[in-house]
């Protein structure tokens, strides 16, 4: 009888930890284009946990695009991006850095006072997926916050964003806890690397011909490409019938 309690208890523990481990496994996001104007297949269809309460994508009858801007520092393309979108009277969420924060005020005053999202990116900008204790979650995502209010007065949106699209289940269980809703994207493109900057002509081609229903556009506003053509896609998009929503719309229309 002794032998066999040892066993069972054995297996308990090898199950919770095997349990453990899928849990804080990485996961990369990604999504794979189905054609000309239609829905991405997200994460090859694969059923994960906890993603349900996360952003994405909007419902398929969605003729909506939430634009949302990753920006780690500040640039000349920064403040045209803003204002672009002054112009078109369009709010979007912006997923800032420590950096930005403390060093681009003419930035981040216009960003939060404008009716932007001044959201969560995190303090680092490290592998949140290798946080497998929820304290230590915690403080890489309220380092951030503190010293947003700290310095502006403001009170950061929790929304949050991991960078390069790195999470675990762990990840979306902490954030479910917390009270944090994780945001990832249904469109991005290689804009961000300053020195290598996509073609103008050719990136307009590529977002055009991804427009869909319900669209989560990753931009980083730091790109001058991103800055030069922002005004003309912004154009085309409403031409084709599509408004421009907030991350707050997308969260009650998907969520509730």
Same mark, same amino acid.
Not at 4 to 30: C, F, P, Q, Y
Not at 62 to 90: C, P, Q, R, W
């Given at each position: 009888?002794?032998?066999?309690?040892?066993?069972? /208890?054995?297996?308990?523990?090898?199950?919770?930890?095997?349990?453990?481990?899928?849990?804080?496994?990485?996961?990369?996001?990604?999504?794979?284009?189905?054609?000309?104007?239609?829905?991405?297949?997200?994460?090859?269809?694969?059923?994960?946990?906890?993603?349900?309460?996360?952003?994405?994508?909007?419902?398929?009858?969605?003729?909506?695009?939430?634009?949302?801007?990753?920006?780690?520092?500040?640039?000349?393309?920064?403040?045209?991006?803003?204002?672009?979108?002054?112009?078109?009277?369009?709010?979007?969420?912006?997923?800032?850095?420590?950096?930005?924060?403390?060093?681009?005020?003419?930035?981040?005053?216009?960003?939060?006072?404008?009716?932007?999202?001044?959201?969560?990116?995190?303090?680092?900008?490290?592998?949140?997926?290798?946080?497998?204790?929820?304290?230590?979650?915690?403080?890489?995502?309220?380092?951030?916050?503190?010293?947003?209010?700290?310095?502006?007065?403001?009170?950061?949106?929790?929304?949050?964003?991991?960078?390069?699209?790195?999470?675990?289940?762990?990840?979306?269980?902490?954030?479910?806890?917390?009270?944090?809703?994780?945001?990832?994207?249904?469109?991005?493109?290689?804009?961000?690397?300053?020195?290598?900057?996509?073609?103008?002509?050719?990136?307009?081609?590529?977002?055009?011909?991804?427009?869909?229903?319900?669209?989560?556009? /990753?931009?980083?506003?730091?790109?001058?490409?991103?800055?030069?053509?922002?005004?003309?896609?912004?154009?085309?998009?409403?031409?084709?019938?599509?408004?421009?929503?907030? /991350?707050?719309?997308?969260?009650?229309?998907?969520?509730?």
């Amino acid at each position: 009888m002794k032998t066999k309690l040892i066993a069972v /208890l054995l297996l308990v523990m090898l199950t919770l930890s095997g349990n453990a481990r899928a849990d804080s496994e990485r996961i990369n996001w990604h999504y794979k284009t189905s054609g000309a104007n239609k829905r991405p297949n997200i994460l090859s269809g694969k059923a994960i946990n906890g993603l349900e309460n996360a952003l994405f994508i909007g419902n398929e009858d969605d003729k909506t695009v939430y634009l949302t801007f990753d920006a780690g520092y500040s640039n000349e393309n920064v403040e045209k991006t803003l204002d672009i979108l002054k112009k078109h009277d369009i709010k979007a969420a912006f997923f800032i850095l420590p950096g930005i924060i403390k060093n681009s005020e003419s930035v981040v005053k216009p960003l939060a006072y404008e009716g932007h999202l001044g959201c969560n990116h995190t303090t680092s900008h490290g592998d949140m997926s290798k946080i497998t204790d929820i304290e230590a979650f915690k403080r890489e995502l309220g380092g951030i916050e503190t010293l947003y209010n700290e310095t502006y007065g403001l009170e950061m949106k929790k929304y949050f964003r991991p960078p390069e699209g790195a999470f675990s289940q762990q990840t979306l269980e902490f954030c479910e806890e917390l009270g944090y809703t994780p945001v990832f994207w249904s469109f991005a493109y290689a804009d961000w690397d300053n020195s290598k900057q996509p073609n103008p002509e050719k990136a307009k081609e590529k977002i055009f011909s991804q427009l869909h229903n319900g669209m989560v556009m /990753l931009l980083h506003p730091t790109s001058k490409t991103n800055a030069d053509i922002l005004d003309d896609v912004i154009t085309e998009i409403k031409s084709r019938g599509y408004s421009f929503g907030t /991350l707050d719309e997308l969260k009650e229309r998907t969520i509730g």
